[in-house]
């Protein structure tokens, strides 16, 4: 058996495939402890400064190689970082820092760790000190997808289970669906990696289908109303009333205030692109709207789909909808509570259908 090579003196260790982060953390910890080290010493950068963690790595061992955990190492900006940086040129031989992070850790923290490390072999390679799992940040939205379908067919295989691409794509396509910036990075792939354990472990044995997907991976919970918006903006009727129908009548149906309440925030942050004027760029799209990566593309896409000025007639269409749903003496009717509402609902959306194609919803009610 050959001897492992000896650790570094500290290792970044990041990336958005959060479950194999946390399998090198515990080879790392596991490592020091059969080399005789002590239990790791976990921190937070969020709520600890970098002169605390030089001052944690600097104390001295009577029990072998220490190990310092930090977590969340991608919260410090440059200037908080500098202490940490400084430390690295001259780093306690008898301590292993490990910074754990989803996202890049500062560029002259990276370059300090990475100089402590054995060189990477090709311009494509990273120095060992330097393990990052998940898709490259800059990827494009094709090769980060190619990536999360990789994902998920290896992540279910870890667990026993058998996925084939076609699969494994719809899975990422059901799980990835118009999540909300603020979750996208991280999450996803942590995700993919708790759904395909748990088809794996419901197919025992057999390949797992796409048929055990779609009965299984519940939808994000604005996956519909994202693609209600979808229906809505390409006129397509049919659609956006099968798509009422499956919230009203699916094994998880959707209150119409909360269908109401998701379109107008989508409609608002619409009508905040379409006053950018034409074709903004997806910097100027995500300043205005707070938004990231596939949320501001749907964004412009609407935006630009809408006639001028569309989006915003649909706010004020979806506030009197709202005001309906409230105290309308149409929500009364029908054989059920929620019968009422979910007509003036449906009235809703047939405006706002006649507004993505140019047309002006008739006078009357809520129009």
Not at 22 to 46: C, F, K, T, Y
Not at 82 to 111: M, S
Not at 296 to 309: I, Q, T
Request: hydrophobic share 45%; net charge neutral; charged share 20%.
């Amino acid at each position: 058996m050959s001897t492992p090579p000896p650790l570094h003196p500290a290792y970044v260790i990041w990336g958005e495939d959060r479950a194999t982060v946390e399998r090198a953390l515990q080879r790392l910890v596991a490592r020091v402890a059969r080399d005789g080290g002590m239990e790791p010493e976990r921190l937070r950068a969020d709520e600890t400064p970098a002169e605390s963690v030089v001052a944690a790595c600097e104390a001295l061992s009577f029990a072998g190689m220490r190990l310092v955990v930090v977590e969340g190492a991608d919260a410090w900006k440059s200037a908080d970082a500098l202490p940490l940086v400084a430390y690295l040129a001259q780093p306690n031989p008898a301590t292993c820092l490990a910074l754990v992070a989803g996202g890049a850790v500062t560029p002259k923290l990276e370059a300090a760790v990475a100089a402590l490390g054995d060189p990477p072999a090709t311009k494509k390679k990273l120095a060992s000190t330097l393990l990052r799992y998940g898709p490259d940040p800059k990827a494009s939205k094709a090769d980060r997808e190619k990536w999360l379908v990789g994902h998920a067919k290896a992540e279910a295989e870890r667990a026993g289970g058998a996925m084939s691409p076609s699969v494994a794509r719809a899975l990422v396509e059901r799980v990835v669906v118009d999540r909300p910036a603020a979750r996208t990075q991280g999450l996803i792939a942590m995700e993919l990696t708790q759904e395909a354990r748990k088809l794996a472990a419901y197919a025992g044995g057999e390949p797992i289908s796409t048929e055990m997907v779609g009965l299984l991976v519940a939808r994000h919970p604005d996956a519909r109303v994202y693609e209600l918006s979808d229906a809505v903006v390409a006129g397509r009727t049919p659609a956006a009333f099968g798509l009422l129908q499956d919230m009203a009548t699916g094994d998880e149906p959707v209150a119409p205030i909360v269908v109401q309440v998701q379109l107008t925030n989508h409609f608002r942050r619409v009508a905040t692109v379409q006053a950018l004027g034409p074709r903004p760029s997806q910097d100027a799209v995500s300043a205005a709207t707070g938004q990231k990566g596939y949320p501001v593309r749907k964004l412009m896409e609407h935006a630009e789909a809408l006639p001028p000025g569309a989006a915003q007639t649909a706010v004020a269409r979806l506030a009197a909808l709202e005001l309906d749903l409230r105290v309308s003496a149409l929500t009364k009717l029908g054989r059920t509570s929620v019968d009422g509402a979910r007509m003036v609902l449906e009235m809703a959306v047939r405006d706002l259908l006649i507004l993505a194609r140019g047309g002006t919803p008739a006078p009357g009610h809520g129009a």
